[in-house]
């Protein structure tokens, strides 16, 4: 217990550092160079578990924006890195020690340069202000006071304790990100933009963050946002708006941009589903890499994530989950299966287009469960079909399950176009275009409509304009 406290006091001794930006003292436990080396490793973590965007002419357009905002930051002497992250997801983050990151999935839904730089400004400030640094230190504080607390109250309460500061440190918190925001506002209102970008991409988020929540309720699930530049905000948030105009009366401006190129550069950029994880395109659902084809019943929708492939039900009520794993063992498909499931019953063999499988009933969790499994040379195709609520009956909804299991096979000649992802185009609006003519015309797998709007800013009633450049998808 003695060493414990000791430690606490040595740390709230050491810990307190000048913050670069506001000049004051903040409680933070490791070095600069620490930090830069802690940035490195997570770096190297991140790059492995998230492919880079194949598009250099890209990367090096953000680099270039990026590094031009990080000159006017706070801490212009760091190396700053700038990387496109080769995912769907809507997603921006920072590493210690410069290293940001932008999903191509955010991009596809921002509009101009302007709204980029706000994205990427945002983010630089969360590095300046050394808000992970902050996070870290006030986690190993917590740690030593949770085990002081278990030492001296019981498990109980240490583990009240952990869970305590798992919550506060779950985000980087309203005033981290409205510091965050206002610092990005500086930034990139000194490198000619206006501040009232950050207002532009709060006003996109907002919109997609409403959809999510909407489809998030068909799948039965919770939505999930973008920690940055809106989570922590209403659209109408009047603090916010205060930060920016307070930015735009305090700073110079920089030299205004001329050209706006983000349309130009984000030209047949990736939508949706890459070719390496496979394309959803309505209810059918082609994987080029690895040459197999699925389909789902109508009124299911194929979820496609990093790891799996789902096919759900309206509402989430069923679900039939799909995983690849490399074999090991010679046996057979039988024997696979009843290793995973030993209280598997009603079992089957299965011989599906030319891919021997074995299928069975399985107690799972006290639930019943359809699991099947489809050998390829030296790997497995893992499919576990349940219900969301528990009593429910599986018949209801098993002949779905085999349905969808039985519909694998390998890509036809002609099914291989299929397989490429589908890709951003500029396009000019047209007297007699709608959002509804043009979703008729997309390739776009759900929600055409209401997708189209939202990657331009329209969501979710606003009218086109005749001779508006917006993004299509094809």
């Not at 760091?78 to 496109?84: D, P, S």
């Not at 209102?189 to 996109?204: A, C, E, I, K, R």
Request: hydrophobic share 35%.
């Amino acid at each position: 217990m003695k060493k414990l406290f000791l430690s606490l006091i040595f740390l709230l001794v050491i810990g307190c550092s000048v913050n670069p930006v506001t000049g004051k003292q903040d409680f933070v436990i490791i070095s600069e160079s620490q930090e830069i080396q802690m940035g490195r490793e997570y770096n190297a973590q991140v790059l492995r578990q998230n492919p880079v965007y194949q598009d250099q002419e890209l990367q090096d357009y953000v680099q270039t924006i990026g590094q031009s905002l990080a000159a006017k930051s706070h801490r212009p002497n760091l190396v700053y890195r700038f990387t496109v992250i080769d995912s769907p997801d809507i997603n921006a983050f920072a590493l210690p020690g410069g290293y940001i990151y932008i999903n191509r999935g955010l991009m596809t839904y921002l509009s101009s340069e302007e709204e980029l730089a706000a994205v990427l400004g945002h983010e630089i400030g969360h590095v300046t202000a050394r808000h992970s640094v902050q996070q870290y230190s006030q986690s190993q504080l917590m740690g030593i006071l949770s085990a002081a607390i278990e030492i001296n109250a019981g498990r109980t309460a240490g583990n009240i304790a952990n869970l305590a500061s798992g919550a506060l440190l779950s985000g980087y918190g309203r005033d981290m990100e409205l510091e965050a925001d206002d610092l990005g506002a500086q930034y990139i209102f000194q490198d000619g933009y206006s501040p009232q970008g950050m207002y532009q991409v709060l006003s996109v988020l907002k919109d997609q963050e409403v959809y999510s929540k909407k489809i998030a309720e068909q799948r039965g699930q919770e939505s999930r946002s973008y920690h940055g530049v809106f989570a922590s905000h209403p659209s109408n948030d009047l603090r916010l708006q205060e930060v920016l105009n307070n930015v735009s009366n305090t700073y110079p401006k920089g030299e205004e941009k001329k050209k706006d190129l983000y349309l130009k550069k984000i030209e047949g950029m990736v939508f949706g589903d890459s070719e390496q994880s496979g394309i959803r395109r309505g209810g059918e659902f082609y994987h080029g890499p690895l040459n197999f084809y699925m389909s789902s019943p109508e009124g299911w929708e194929i979820i496609n994530t990093p790891n799996q492939l789902i096919f759900s039900s309206y509402y989430g009520e069923a679900i039939l989950q799909m995983t690849l794993e490399d074999l090991n063992f010679k046996e057979s498909p039988e024997a696979y299966l009843k290793r995973f499931a030993p209280n598997s019953y009603e079992g089957q063999v299965l011989n599906i287009n030319g891919f021997e499988g074995f299928t069975a009933k399985v107690n799972r969790s006290g639930r019943v469960a359809r699991m099947a499994v489809l050998f390829r040379e030296d790997q497995v195709f893992q499919f576990i079909g349940y219900l969301k609520n528990e009593g429910s009956n599986l018949t209801k909804f098993d002949v779905r399950f085999l349905e969808i299991i039985n519909s694998f096979r390998k890509l036809k000649k002609e099914e291989l176009i299929l397989s490429k992802p589908l890709r951003l185009k500029t396009y000019e609006v047209k007297k007699g275009d709608t959002y509804e003519s043009l979703a008729s015309e997309s390739s776009i797998n759900i929600n055409a409509e209401d997708q189209l709007r939202l990657i331009n800013g329209d969501y979710p009633n606003k009218p086109l304009a005749i001779g508006r450049k917006i993004k299509i998808v094809n």
